[in-house]
């Protein structure tokens, strides 16, 4: 069974850093792209998620919101099978729960299947 899961969240001040876990199994990540998406504790009902990050299969470009540019860096580890999203200087607006799944076009969200748990995040002024 095809398989991600988020791990990695917690709590930390403002300027902190967290190291988020996108565990796959039952697929090589080699083959497939991967993102990570944003949500917001109090998103509206129907809003979409936010592509924080991807990277493609293969060649391995990334893409990076504008929000994240400098902070974040989405690193693939083939051996371990798992997507890490390094958050670094981590600010309030970045509080929310993160998801990991494979992006439709260059980093959005795909509009069919299903969703993992997610990983919370929360920063502290």
């Known amino acids: 069974q095809e398989q991600l899961v988020e791990s990695g969240g917690g709590s930390v001040h403002a300027g902190g850093s967290l190291r988020l876990s996108c565990a796959a199994s039952?697929?090589?990540?080699?083959?497939?792209?991967i993102g990570w998406f944003y949500e917001a504790l109090d998103q509206a009902p129907g809003k979409e998620r936010e592509?924080?990050?991807?990277?493609?299969?293969?060649?391995?470009?990334?893409y990076y919101a504008d929000s994240v540019k400098g902070r974040f860096t989405i690193i693939r580890d083939i051996a371990k099978n798992t997507v890490f999203l390094q958050m670094n200087n981590l600010k309030p607006e970045d509080t929310g729960v993160y998801y990991c799944?494979?992006?439709?076009?260059?980093?959005?969200?795909?509009?069919?299947?299903?969703w993992g748990r997610g990983t919370l995040v929360t920063v502290s002024s």
């Open positions: 799944r494979g992006p439709r076009g260059q980093c959005l969200p795909p509009l069919f299947g299903s």
């Open positions: 039952g697929f090589n990540i080699s083959y497939y792209d």
């Open positions: 592509g924080v990050s991807c990277i493609s299969s293969g060649d391995g470009n990334t």
